[in-house]
């Protein structure tokens, strides 16, 4: 099959979470799969850069309405770079050029033209899908995500094409929400300003768009697509999305094998796995983690956190067991993160608190998130909400148990280590069941004490190691998905 994949990020060439990863891996699960498959960003001037120029062919031109006037863009296509897969640029430089986050300025403002820019992009690959620069590559579907590119099913629609859309909800709290006067401006058909259209309490919604008008709608998770039907979860959209539920499927996300493997993973101090040297070789990665921070390590067990810093992801609810857990425990603490700036500030107050037991990095890295992983023996993931999340995953491969809330992907890739599921072996992390900081404070004392019981211990971190979460059968899934 041809497919059009459209997404707001891709690692390794610009990622802000999980988009980021699961625009890499399926894309690439895809293409293992044999079928002829293209990535399609917008061309930042923070990615362009990192891209070999002599790889790059430009491969037709385009004239785009924005708001106000015809942006021109030249279409440019890298058929050997970073993301393994064939990749599609939208190159308007006064749109895109000076980005080097997709969505923020330096100073964490929204970018003032995300609406046009957006809407641009939407547009671009719709006439891109239809071969409109004709290049000789015309797609039979067009997988689009979130908001940035919600309208791109909606132009594909008005326009009457025969291309199927797939739109894939990573996380509802993002609407991409703008104004009627914006609306107006980008000059989007009057007949989309309905309720059961794109209009949303007195705005309109991108992230409705892809909702409405998308021939088929998946989210990351069975668990989050029930959940989004509900008010609770719904962010104002469980009604339009409880009529649509006969289009809504749940498919869990995977993880590259490759790219967070213990035994391979070149951010290591040393590789290891489920079968050789397990112990040992996570144990170093501990002494090398911690050492490099100026800690020492006397066999306490070392918690790590690795997010962003917001409220979706619980991190008040770290915040406010951490005293407890310090003065309770001899656990060891380590955070990387970056976000709400009240949070960055608090928690890195605290590690001035407990100098010799906590580490705060407030910023972005990817070697150290590796490593991270590897060096923790247990994760905290207390989000309110989670669409799938994947370092709950990358956890298990790395034989790091997660402490997490019973909510979407995390409820529906982590077992308890109740009674009955550690007699059967079959437990691989901890699940608590309110958000609530009682309830989350005492599921991370259960594990800190389990942690003492080496049997059950390295019982739980073989299973949760050996446990498949590759991309093959949900990819797979999408795959039906197109073909029906
Ligand atoms: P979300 O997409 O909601 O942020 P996910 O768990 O799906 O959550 O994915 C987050 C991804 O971003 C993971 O790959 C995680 O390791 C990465 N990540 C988040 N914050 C950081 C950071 N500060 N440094 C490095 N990687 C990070
Ligand atoms: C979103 C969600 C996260 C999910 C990721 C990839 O950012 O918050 O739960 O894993 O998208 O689908």
Known sequence: MKILFATSEVFPLIKTGGLGDVSYSLPNALVELGHD??????????????LNKDNCKEIGQLMIPGAGHIHKARVLLF???????PLVLLDIPGLYGHRENPYVDNKKQDWPDNAESFTVFSRGVAMIANDEIDCGWRAEVVHSNDWQTGLVSGFIKQAGLDIKTVFTIHNLSYG????????????????????????FYGNFSMLKAGIVFADHITTVSPSYAEEICTAEAGYGLEGVLSHLKHKLTGILN??????????????????????????????????ALL???GLTHDNEPLIGFIGRLVEQKGVDLVV??????????????????SGQPEYERELLDMAKHYPDRMIVTIGYSEAMAHRIEAASDIFLM??????????????????????????????DTVVDASETNINNKTATGFVFDKTDRNDFLQTLRHAIDLYENKKIWNQMTMTAMQKDSSWQSSAEKYLELYQS
């Open 291 to 293: 050492h490099g921070f």
């Open 382 to 411: 207390p989000s309110r909400f989670e669409p799938c999340g994947l370092n709950q995953m990358y956890s298990q491969r790395y034989g790091t148990l997660p402490v997490v809330h019973r909510t979407g992907g995390l409820a």
């Open 37 to 50: 498959l293209r990535l399609i960003l917008p061309a930042y001037g923070n990615m362009l850069k990192k």
């Open 176 to 199: 991409g929400n703008f104004s009627h006067e914006i609306f107006t401006g980008l000059d989007l058909p009057q007949a989309w300003w309905t309720l059961d259209g794109i209009e």
């Open 79 to 85: 058929t050997e770079n970073e993301t393994g897969v």
């Open 254 to 287: 995977g993880i590259d094998p490759d790219i967070w493997n213990p035994r391979t993973d070149p951010y290591l101090a040393t590789n290891y796995d489920a079968r050789y040297r397990r112990l040992k070789g996570k144990m170093d990665n501990k002494t």
């Open 320 to 337: 406010s067991i951490i005293p407890d857990i310090m003065e309770s425990t001899n656990s060891k603490l380590i955070m990387l993160g």
